[in-house]
């Protein structure tokens, strides 16, 4: 009963701010709401047992990426809203597709078939701790995926500095 | 769930309700006990700048100026509280209220001596992080919403300063972790006893002058205050506030503080961390009490730093601070990880 009513409330409370992120008229009002999501989202991770990820949420998430939102809000200086009604007028399409796909992921839902329980149950995670035992499986069985994720974060880095250095030579 | 909160209430089978009794009576100790170090913190540093400056400082209330603290918060409450008319009002009501809950959030998962802490987290130093990267919203929020040039340049500045400094705090405290073998405090307390002299700062000495220079920066403290540079930005992101709510935001500040002085006596100092000789020959209460005497020492030691500092060093220049930041303690700091890790790997007795 507890587990459940703590889902509840972090499904509904997430799926709430995430329509008051996407309809607020204030940019930045909707920056401090979908910081509020991001806490929301390390909670539902924390329920999970997942304490590392509901950390880096946290970290990277609220504490980096969404600062640069800021910034970029900040310094766009939005004083005065755009009064435009839509951009595009097609959105009764978008709406049939959305609503269509609710409608298959719910029907899939029901023949959803639960994997083997595999090796890291929660007693197991519990006496690793859960950091230990990501390290050991990103750096063991996951080493080779884990490496190109690095590779492509590295090259975006080393692409973002390229480009910044270009407009200061000329 | 129910496995989260257990870890949260102290193993065992004591009455659930019991549990969070006492959980609630710890909140209040850390809270009431924190909040007072904080007021006398500020007591403290008027004395220690005045002498160094040459003047006596606080003296008039109370014996030796003793209740001076209790007088300023006296009338920091029974102040008129202006909300500028070009305000953003909801955010600027809840800026100075997230920078200093997130600082006195960060409190929780503190070892004030063994086995006294609120929340005894596996993911203790990440939390922390967690937190300092929430006190940078009530920053940059403070100064966007007063509608103030000064406060808007002051939060910007911080901001990114915060968020350069954090970078390299986090990876001058991965030697610890790599160290310890933890992330929870109390086991990286427990890891220093192996250690010469029971403190990681020797091994670590990388590590810990990165980890000092950056807790400057990330509370926003001289040399690094330039957030809130008297002489260009009036009082940077709290220009507008009075009041009560400038008292959060100068309460959050010290409390800042004193968190990372914590953090420098646990991961570094060794915390409430005493000799086995003496922790075997003395009762239980008396070491424990003997443990959170010596962690005070340490983290006061720390406190003591920063007021020392203060009085000593000019600001430095914006690009200056950043180059520091980002050209000197990261790849410090990167080389310490890639040293303690080495050591680690190669000698397996030394570490």
Not at chain 1, 32 to 53: D, R, T
Not at chain 1, 111 to 135: N, R
Not at chain 2, 124 to 142: C, N
């Amino acid at each position: 009963m507890l587990p459940k009513l703590f889902f509840g409330y972090y499904a509904v409370v997430i799926l709430f701010l995430s329509m008051l992120v996407v309809t607020r008229k204030n940019p930045v009002h909707s920056v401090m709401w979908m910081l509020l999501l991001f806490f929301h989202i390390a909670g539902l991770y924390l329920f999970l047992n997942a304490e590392f990820i509901a950390a880096i949420q946290v970290i990277v998430y609220a504490g980096a990426i969404l600062v640069l939102f800021l910034f970029v809000v900040l310094l766009l200086n939005l004083k005065e809203e755009l009064k435009i009604d839509r951009f595009i007028g097609s959105w009764p399409a978008a709406f049939v597709i959305a609503s269509a796909t609710f409608v298959l992921v719910s029907i899939a839902l029901k023949s959803m078939v639960l994997g083997p329980p595999g090796k890291y149950t929660v007693d197991f995670i519990k006496q690793e701790t859960h950091t230990k035992a990501l390290g050991q499986l990103l750096y063991t069985e996951f080493l080779f995926p884990f490496e190109i994720a690095s590779l492509i974060l590295l090259v975006a880095v080393i692409g973002a500095i390229v480009l910044a250095k270009r407009k200061l030579r000329s | 769930m129910t496995s989260i909160l257990e870890n949260i209430v102290a193993p065992g089978s004591i009455d659930f309700m019991l549990n969070i009794g006492i959980i609630l009576l710890k909140i209040a100790i850390v809270i009431g006990m924190g909040l007072l170090h904080v007021a006398y913190a500020t007591y403290f540093e008027r004395k220690v700048i005045g002498h160094m400056q040459v003047r006596l400082g606080p003296r008039e209330v109370g014996p030796l100026g003793l209740l001076q603290p209790i007088a300023d918060g006296v009338k920091l409450f029974f102040k008129e509280d202006i909300i500028p008319s070009e305000s953003d009002k909801p955010i600027f009501y809840l800026s100075p209220v997230i920078f200093f809950i997130s600082a006195l959030t960060s409190l929780s998962v503190i070892p004030f001596f063994d086995g006294f802490v609120i929340a005894d987290i596996n993911i203790g130093l990440l939390f922390l992080f967690a937190m300092s990267s929430l006190a940078a919203y009530g920053i940059v929020m403070s100064g966007w919403s007063s509608g103030s040039k000064y406060s808007f340049l002051g939060g910007l500045r911080s901001a990114s300063q915060v968020i350069s400094y954090e970078i390299a705090m986090g990876l001058s405290l991965v030697g610890v972790m790599i160290m310890a073998g933890s992330l929870n405090l109390t086991e990286i307390v427990r890891a220093q006893q192996a250690y010469p002299l029971g403190i990681f700062a020797i091994p670590q000495f990388i590590g810990f002058f990165v980890f000092v220079v950056a807790a400057f920066a990330e509370t926003n403290r001289l040399p690094f205050d330039l957030p809130e540079a008297e002489s260009e930005l009036v009082a940077g992101y709290f220009t507008e506030y009075s009041g009560f709510r400038f008292a959060l935001f100068f309460l959050g500040e010290y409390t800042g503080m004193l968190v990372m002085s914590s953090i420098a006596s646990v991961c570094f100092l060794g915390g409430w961390g005493l000799p086995g000789f003496i922790t075997s020959n003395l009762p239980v209460f008396a070491w424990k009490a003997l443990g959170l005497a010596f962690f005070l020492v340490k983290v006061y030691a720390f406190m003591f730093l920063y007021y020392w500092v203060r009085a000593t060093l000019p600001r430095y220049r914006y690009d200056q601070l950043m180059a520091i930041g980002w050209k000197l303690l990261l790849p410090l700091a990167l080389a310490n990880i890639v040293l303690t890790g080495l050591v680690k790997i190669w000698m397996k007795g030394l570490l």
